[in-house]
T-cell receptor, first 112, second 113 residues
Framework: SQKIEQNSEALNIQEGKTATLTCNYT??????LQWYRQDPGRGPVFLLL?????KEKRKERLKVTFDTTLKQSLFHITASQPADSATYLC???????????FGTGTKLKVIP | DGGITQSPKYLFRKEGQNVTLSCEQN?????MYWYRQDPGQGLRLIYY???????QKGDIAEGYSVSREKKESFPLTVTSAQKNPTAFYLC????????????FGPGTRLTVL
């Protein structure tokens, strides 16, 4: 069966360090992988999209990698700040590019 | 300002009652989606619509119904057949095309007493 896995345990890191979040998937052949940020009690907000033929994508302090051989995406936040504390969700397109399937998310806490 | 609105933010209903959650968007997006979020389970797709007057079941459609009479609106009805309706409900929209970047509303937290 198709599965998207993210670390269910919360990730705590010290301010200024790089946070690395993992998204693994099985039985998908996604053309695109998306990352979203969700704050408590609010809807997710889109951050980055990476295509299958792209190895890496950057936006300010954010970096996403996409390894279709390992079936894994890594999401990095450099120089992390307490304001980066949130839950981060990865998502894949499926169903003929009509449906987006989300992972369970990883909760990140940046400690001052 | 363009965006998606959901109302109400909090909703309480008695068991056995149907309830309709509102979702409106002014982004001129063709596609709209309803997700349910439970603690530790991420977002699960209930229904989605690619175009007016057409919609498809998602992964957990049982006990829910939708309509898409206008491009801007995609209301979700939680029926009494839904066994465990208490959850956080999120509406989203996207442009047509292959990337399907989701724009979410603020969500409605439904509690069934």
């Amino acid at each position: 069966s198709q599965k998207i896995e993210q670390n269910s345990e919360a990730l705590n890191i010290q301010e200024g360090k790089t946070a690395t979040l993992t998204c693994n998937y099985t039985n998908y052949s996604p053309a695109y992988l998306q990352w979203y940020r969700q704050d408590p009690g609010r809807g997710p907000v889109f951050l980055l999209l990476i295509r299958e033929n792209e190895k890496e994508k950057r936006k300010e302090r954010l970096k996403v990698t996409f390894d279709t051989t390992l079936k894994q995406s890594l999401f990095h936040i450099t120089a992390s700040q307490p304001a980066d504390s949130a839950t981060y969700l990865c998502a894949l397109l499926s169903g003929g590019y009509q449906k987006v399937t989300f992972g369970t998310g990883t909760k990140l806490k940046v400690i001052p | 300002d363009g965006g998606i609105t959901q109302s109400p933010k909090y909703l309480f209903r008695k068991e056995g009652q149907n309830v309709t959650l509102s979702c409106e968007q002014n982004l001129n997006h063709d596609a709209m989606y309803w997700y349910r979020q439970d603690p530790g389970q991420g977002l699960r797709l209930i229904y989605y619509s690619q175009i007016v007057n057409d919609f498809q079941k998602g992964d957990i459609a049982e006990g829910y119904s939708v309509s898409r009479e206008k491009k801007e609106s995609f209301p979700l009805t939680v029926t009494s057949a839904q066994k465990n309706p208490t959850a956080f409900y999120l509406c989203a929209s996207s442009m047509q095309g292959t990337e399907r970047i989701q724009f979410f509303g603020p969500g409605t937290r439904l509690t069934v007493l």
